[in-house]
């Protein structure tokens, strides 16, 4: 009997080393609820060489708007000396259907990593730039949520762009300031092998930045680029570099919280252009690549606490573009309010309107919605 009691306390004690040293949480977030959307005026049909009148809505169930929906698996193993391995897979779904929300089991991000409180993190695998890590949350109150309503809609390097076969590295915070920068060997698929004509056969991807993040203020400037492949299908395009850079900054006043950004992107866009009824829907491996086109991007936001659980929220956005092309100046108005009900769930209502969607002539796009967000 003192033998198997013995047993029992080593057995229980070697348990609560290895979960001393040794985690891994499940987490995510589910969002859903009420909206009417709507993409109303003309856009061009490629197939008829013409302009097509469309007017489109849906009024019924919107899900990851406030976030998107997602759940994941993240962990870490203490090495001893501050050194950790790390690892996120994370996966992005529709609540409305049940279905994942990209092609691939861990869409949102995949990595594993090392991390040390002295010399920084480094990771391997599918993950976020540095410009929707470091800026979105800086250039607008919404960051990279609320649908149109978004950074990324305004500064197309900001929308959550994920890359494959990324390798990141990120100092630890000095004073407030953080350095990151990122390689994509191929930015969306698997690596492929050069032939004999030694053309590059891979879309390669830089992401880097600089933020700083103390008290009341936060700033940040990055700058990412995109060498598409020499073997691009369209010729037009092979071996284009996409470039965007960009600069933003927010002070908290207490009673009002301002933000501001700008930036510019050069011979396309980054990330797909394309409208909620996919009337339009410009997609290449997650990015656009045009010589002729040059965008100018700025955005103008504020917050405000609203009692001791509220915020309100409001936005202007406008990407500027300079194209050989007939394009329109984009512009996006929002407007939002959320509540929270404990420290895991909030209500939000949201209003965001858009002008000259996708740089289209006369096409608008309309989002309202009230919501539920629970995060675990």
């Known amino acids: 009997m003192k033998k198997s009691l013995l047993v029992a306390a080593l057995i229980a004690g070697f348990a609560g080393v290895a979960q001393a040293e040794t985690s891994v949480t499940l987490y995510g977030i589910v969002d859903a609820g009420i909206g009417f959307e709507q993409v109303k005026g003309s856009v061009y049909n490629e197939a008829t060489d013409s302009m097509v009148d469309v007017n489109n809505k849906s009024t019924g169930l919107i899900n990851g708007i406030n976030s998107a929906n997602r759940w994941g698996l993240k962990g870490s193993e203490d090495l001893g000396q501050g050194l950790k391995a790390i690892f996120v897979l994370e996966n992005g779904f529709n609540l409305g259907t049940g279905t994942t929300s990209q092609s691939r089991m861990f869409g949102r991000q995949a990595t594993v990593g090392l991390q040390s409180d002295a010399w920084g993190k480094l990771e391997f695998g599918r993950q976020t730039n540095i410009a929707t890590k470091y800026l979105a949350g800086v250039v607008s109150p919404f960051g990279t949520d609320f649908g149109q309503a978004k950074s990324g809609t305004t500064f197309g390097a900001l929308g959550s762009i994920r890359y494959d076969n990324m390798v990141m590295y990120q100092t630890p915070s000095f004073s407030g300031f953080q350095f990151g920068v990122g390689y994509s060997f191929n930015t969306d698929g698997n690596q492929a092998f050069k032939g004999s004509d030694d053309a590059q056969p891979n879309d390669r991807a830089w992401t880097t930045g600089l933020r700083y993040a103390n008290g009341p203020l936060a700033a940040g400037l990055t700058y990412d680029q995109i060498k598409v492949r020499e073997t691009a299908i369209d010729p037009d395009e092979a071996g284009i570099s996409i470039r965007s850079w960009n600069l933003g900054a927010s002070y908290d006043f207490q009673i009002?919280?301002?933000?501001?950004?700008?930036?510019?992107?050069?011979?396309?866009?980054?990330?797909?252009?394309?409208?909620?009824?996919?009337?339009?829907?410009?997609?290449?491996?997650?990015?656009?690549?045009?010589?002729?086109?040059?965008?100018?991007?700025?955005?103008?936001?504020?917050?405000?606490?609203?009692?001791?659980?509220?915020?309100?929220?409001?936005?202007?956005?406008?990407?500027?573009?300079?194209?050989?092309?007939?394009?329109?100046?984009?512009?996006?108005?929002?407007?939002g309010y959320t509540y929270s009900l404990s420290k895991r769930t909030n209500v939000y209502a949201i209003g965001s309107y858009a002008k000259n969607v996708a740089f289209q002539d006369d096409l608008k796009s309309t989002l309202i919605g009230v919501g539920m967000r629970h995060q675990f």
């Open 256 to 335: 009002v919280k301002v933000f501001a950004g700008f930036g510019q992107t050069r011979n396309g866009w980054f990330g797909p252009i394309s409208t909620v009824d996919g009337s339009i829907d410009l997609n290449d491996g997650g990015f656009i690549a045009s010589d002729d086109l040059k965008v100018n991007s700025y955005s103008l936001g504020l917050s405000a606490p609203v009692g001791a659980n509220g915020e309100l929220m409001a936005s202007w956005g406008m990407a500027d573009p300079r194209s050989e092309d007939e394009v329109k100046k984009q512009h996006v108005y929002s407007l």
